[in-house]
């Protein structure tokens, strides 16, 4: 069996050198071909011969930042569960998909909903039917969505029982006043709770965003391009439009400094978040790009902030720095878990201490060379199957609405300088936008 899966690895690897010489001069190593529909239905499709399997993705452009009206958040993650609940023609979607062995499966964040198979390639047609029919027609009743909406409810109560996600519930809503960013994709609790009064209000959601223009279909692996282009045309041409965006209200500028300690109800180390307001996803933002190697370099496995609190003092279990990529302005992310309470200052301290430390001194620019060639070969090893090169393209699709940005951003990521950096640093990391939750256990 490993030696099966090692021989998958070299043949993929060959594919993408021979892909690669399709797309010269981009990053992106395979041959992309489009299709779009008169009612604004977009499809991406990446043959990848070989393997007779194919990758189905269908991304949403909808996630829990699109939840704006009051008492309606938690919706987005909703229709996750829904959309597996059938239609007049295809009842059992389950059913269907276990006769002919796919995986299915979905997932919700801030800014999309992605629907997602993998299968045998001559199983195509039957898929897209029941793909298509479902974006289409989904159907279920009242009991049905009383019964779902009553499991989401159910998940949000095992999910608290995660320090983490206390964590990051309560620190959004604190850093967030306008913003639907203030609740987290599962939504408050209070609008969890009353779900099952909201059968009404489901319909619309579902009316409003599951639209053709609102969606992005990702094709990838063992087919025949131009029969799949008049398939796509065959099953999505009869999807009517209508999409409704939603009303976010910008975020106001932040004015001063948010802390807040949160008592976690059971036994956790103290958990630190610090975040600092940052841009939206541009790779024409100079400052925006330079805090993506920024959170690596500063805050990494390899930084020296690690290699001291983890490693050499041996203070913290682990700690990492995470870039937002959003649609909107959201904070840069400095996390880590502290083995004692007594430490939590002094952590603090040489976390504020290494981002005043990059304030004023460069980077070495061997260093950020090495880094930025890890990043963007890093992503091109990742792509060793259909189901990798298509999980791989979602967040962009939702960022821009295409994946021909993947050549910008790494374009603009190997431009990125020290001087980049020192900006950025100076620009983001002020004491008006910082936004800090410590969360301790009893």
């Not at 996630?63 to 959309?83: I, N, V």
């Not at 499991?151 to 604190?174: C, H, S, W």
């Not at 094709?219 to 209508?242: L, R």
Request: glycine share 6%.
């Amino acid at each position: 069996m490993l030696i099966n899966k090692f021989l998958v690895k070299i043949i993929f690897s060959v594919l993408i050198l021979s892909a690669a010489t399709v797309q010269a001069g981009g990053v992106f190593p395979f041959k992309v071909q489009r299709v779009n529909l008169k009612n604004g239905f977009k499809a991406i499709l990446i043959p990848i011969k070989g393997s007779g399997l194919v990758s189905y993705y269908t991304v949403v452009r909808t996630g829990s930042r699109d939840e704006w009206e009051p008492g309606k958040s938690g919706f987005a993650h909703f229709f996750e569960h829904m959309m597996f609940r059938g239609t007049d023609k295809y009842p059992l979607f389950d059913s269907v998909t276990t006769t002919i062995g796919a995986d299915a499966n979905a997932y919700t964040s801030d800014d999309l909903t992605v629907y997602h198979l993998n299968f045998a390639a001559e199983d195509l047609e039957k898929v897209m039917d029941l793909e298509s029919d479902r974006f289409m027609n989904l159907n279920y009743k009242k009991d049905e969505f009383m019964t779902e909406s009553g499991a989401v409810y159910g998940e949000y109560r095992k999910g608290i029982t995660n320090p983490f996600e206390v964590l990051f519930e309560k620190f959004q809503d604190m850093a967030f006043d306008k913003h639907t960013y203030k609740h987290t994709t599962i939504g408050f609790e209070a609008d969890i709770k009353d779900m099952p009064n909201q059968y009404d209000y489901s319909l619309t959601f579902y009316k409003r965003y599951y639209r053709p223009e609102n969606c992005v279909l990702v094709i990838t692996g063992d087919f025949d391009p131009e029969s799949t282009a008049k398939m796509i045309e065959k099953y999505y041409s009869a999807w009517k439009p209508g999409y409704v965006a939603p009303k976010i209200e910008p975020e106001p500028v932040q004015t001063a400094p948010r802390e807040r300690t949160v008592e976690y109800d059971g036994k956790t180390l103290p958990i630190v978040t610090i975040g600092y307001k940052c841009d939206a996803f541009d790779v024409k933002n100079k400052e925006y790009m330079a805090i993506l190697p920024f959170a690596d370099l500063a805050f990494g496995e390899n930084s020296d902030l690690y290699r001291k609190l983890v490693l050499e003092e041996q203070k913290v279990q682990f700690i990492a720095g995470d870039a937002p990529m959003k649609r909107d302005p959201f904070p840069f992310m400095i996390y880590t878990r502290v083995k004692s309470e007594s430490d939590i200052d002094y952590v603090i301290s040489e976390i504020e201490a290494t981002i005043e430390k990059y304030k004023t001194e460069l980077i070495d620019p061997v260093k950020l060379e090495g880094l930025k060639k890890r990043m963007k070969y890093g992503f091109l090893m990742r792509l060793d199957s259909p189901e990798a090169v298509a999980s791989s393209l979602p967040m962009y699709i939702t960022l821009t609405g295409d994946i021909t940005v993947i050549d910008e951003y790494f374009d603009a990521l190997m431009s990125v300088t020290p001087e980049d950096i020192r900006n950025a640093v100076n620009h983001y990391f002020v004491k008006t936008g910082r936004n800090q939750v410590i969360l301790k256990g009893n």
